[in-house]
């Protein structure tokens, strides 16, 4: 994974650490998400030991960029979830990583519905989604080769 989240336990005794970094769209590429267009999260975890157990309790802050359902825009959403949870290794482990469960707290926080808000959609995509046509530029209508076919439907 690229950004560091991999944590050698194995150097830390019993204690409370915290370790920082920075996750990016290449993150969530690694991961195969094509939803995630580009990302720009900062990650705080905090890791406590136990006897076999870890507490990671995870701060993630930023934005991600994704496609809007309604227009297919780019639609930059802010992202600020804190969550936290137990984790065993195997004996003998000397990393425990983090990706994935930054990774599901992220997407997690995401929205189902990912759309602008009212009026921020892309005009000429809101327009043609009302059943005008797209255009070109503002004055030229686009070559539509379907566009016969409205005047059978109106009778014409």
């Known amino acids: ?20 970094s920075h996750a990016d769209g290449k993150f969530f590429d690694e991961f ?4 995630i267009l580009d990302a720009s999260i900062d990650v705080v975890a905090r890791v406590s030991r ?7 309790s995870v701060r993630a802050e930023g934005t991600v960029t994704l496609r809007c359902d309604r227009c297919l825009g780019e639609l930059v959403l802010p992202v600020d979830v804190e969550d936290s949870e137990k984790l065993s290794l195997p004996e003998g482990a000397a990393e425990l990583d983090l990706s994935q469960t ?7 926080e995401l929205p189902i519905v990912r759309c602008h808000p009212d009026g921020e959609c892309d005009p000429e995509t809101v ?3 009302a ?3 797209m255009t070109a530029e503002a004055d030229e209508p686009m070559d539509n080769p379907f ?3 409205k005047d059978i439907l109106k009778g014409k």
């Open 127 to 129: 327009r043609f989604l």
């Open 147 to 149: 566009s016969s076919l």
């Open 32 to 35: 195969g998400n094509t939803d």
């Open 131 to 133: 059943g005008g046509e």
């Open 102 to 108: 930054v990774y599901d707290f992220v997407c997690t």
């Open 50 to 56: 136990g006897r076999t157990e870890f507490e990671v």
């Open 1 to 20: 994974m690229q950004p560091n989240f991999v944590i050698p336990v194995s150097e830390l005794v019993s204690g409370s650490f915290e370790f920082s």
